[in-house]
C-alpha cells in the first residue's frame, strides 16, 4: 500500500498566518496516463470531509482562492495564504493514482 | 445539487452482517465511480471499497476482503455495502463518496459493532 506522511500532525496559526502542510508519499504519484491523483479535503468539526485542491494543484469550484496546492513526484504542499477562522479542522491528503489511501491528518487550530 | 445520503448504520453483535445503502441524486450516478471510506472514532479516515461505473469491477482493502461487499443499483442511483462477519474494529463513521476526486460525501452513518 502507498503510505502518505502527513507533517506537521498539529498546527497552530494566527488569523492571517500563512502555514504549509506537507504530504510526502512512498511511491510515486504519476500515474500512467500523466495525471498526478493527489487531492487535499478539510475535515471542519462534526462535518464530512470536503475537497480543497485536485489533481495536485487544482482549485474546486466555491474554494477560497487563499488554499493553493503543488508538488510532483512524492512530495506535496498545502498552502493557505492567510488563515481565516473557518479554516479549522483537520486537513487530509489522499491518493487515488494506487489503491486510495489518506495522509493521517493535520489538526489545524487557531490562536 | 449533488447529495450523497448514507442509511443503514446502527448497533450490530460481533460475527453479525448489516447492509448500507447511499441513495444518490442531482447527478448522473451512473457516470461515476463510488466509493465508501470510514472514519473510527477519533481516528482517520480509511478508504474500504471502490465499485467502477457498471459495477463490474469492485476493489477493496485487504481487512476487508471476503466479508464486505460494495454493489451498486444504477436505475435506483443508490450504492450498497453488505457487511459481514463484522468485528470491533470495524466500529466507524461510513460515507460513501464519489471515488473520482473524492469530491462529494454523503453526512455518513455511524456502525457499532459490540456485544
Redesign the interface.
Known sequence: DVVLTQTPPTLSATIGQSVSISCRSSQSLLHSNGNTYL?W?L?RPGQ????LI??VSRL?SGVPNRFSGSGSGTDFTLKISGVEAEDLG?Y?C?Q?TH???????TKLEIK | EVQLVESGGGLVQPGRSMKLSCAASGFTFSSFPM?W?RQAPTK????VA?ISTSGGST?Y?DSVKGRFTISRDNAKSTLYLQMNSLRSEDTATY?CTR?R????????VMVTVSS
Open positions: 487531492n479535503l475535515q464530512p470531509p470536503q475537497l485536485y489533481l474546486e483537520v487530509y489522499v487515488s489503491a486510495p489511501t489518506f495522509g493521517s491528518g | 466509493a471510506v482517520g479516515l480509511e478508504w471502490t476493489y482493502r460515507y471515488e476526486g473524492f469530491d462529494y460525501w454523503g453526512q455518513g
